[in-house]
Antibody, heavy 116, light 110 residues
């Protein structure tokens, strides 16, 4: 079964750091681009970041550029999102998703709450 | 404010057809045939319904179809069913190598 499972979401203070992980299974992970997308509960989806299949190319939304870093370990079938200088407005459910220009497989998400 | 504009809500009766619009600019929707649509039921992850403007993934009902004209893409659902009641989001690749989502449309089946 093709599956993505996110983890690492917790309550963190403003200015803090956090690393999210997304473990993939059921497909050849190393051949796919991967994304992070976030959603404030009850609100819309917001694209965060993308990484190519070998990890050499990345892109970011302006709202997180310079604070978040996407990376991957193809040996571990895992994509990561390092989140630094967290702000209250980063509070959301973070989903990882598979795809190049569309997202055909999604995880169930992990909740990140930024609050003092 | 989302970069792509969708109506906040649409509604229809079972068996009817509805269309959800997604309006962007010449830097996103109008520039590429990389518009996709997602269905999201409460408490669930989004599900891909349409890719590349009009391609339907395996397993998605043929009642769902997509199109594009200029800077506006559309999702049409024909033969509405109760299970279609959900939130729908469009997204487009952009000339900045990023992605923009629409604000989402809540579909109510009356």
């Amino acid at each position: 079964e093709v599956q993505l499972v996110e983890s690492g979401g917790v309550l963190v203070q403003p200015g803090g750091s956090l690393r999210l992980s997304c473990a993939a299974s059921g497909f050849t992970f190393s051949t796919y681009w991967m994304h992070w997308v976030r959603q404030v509960p009850g609100k819309g989806l917001v694209w965060v970041s993308r990484i190519n299949s070998d990890g050499s190319k990345t892109s970011y939304a302006d709202s997180v550029k310079g604070r978040f870093t996407i990376s991957r370990d193809n040996a571990k079938n895992t994509v990561y999102l390092q989140m630094n200088s967290l702000r209250a407005e980063d509070t959301a459910v973070y989903y990882c998703a598979r795809g190049y220009v569309f997202f055909d497989v999604w995880g169930r998400g992990t909740l990140v709450t930024v609050s003092s | 404010q989302s970069a792509l504009t969708q109506p906040a809500s649409v509604s229809g009766s079972p068996g009817q057809s509805i269309t959800i619009s997604c309006t962007g600019t010449s830097s996103d929707v109008g520039a590429y045939n990389y518009v996709s649509w997602y269905q999201q039921h409460p408490g669930e992850a989004p599900k891909l319904m349409i890719s590349d403007v009009s391609k339907r993934p395996s397993g998605v009902s043929n009642r769902f179809s997509g199109s594009k004209s200029g800077n506006t893409a559309s999702l049409t659902i024909s033969g509405l069913q109760a299970e279609d009641e959900a939130d729908y989001f469009c997204t487009s690749y952009t000339s900045s190598s990023t992605f923009e989502f629409g604000g989402g449309t809540k579909l109510t089946v009356l």
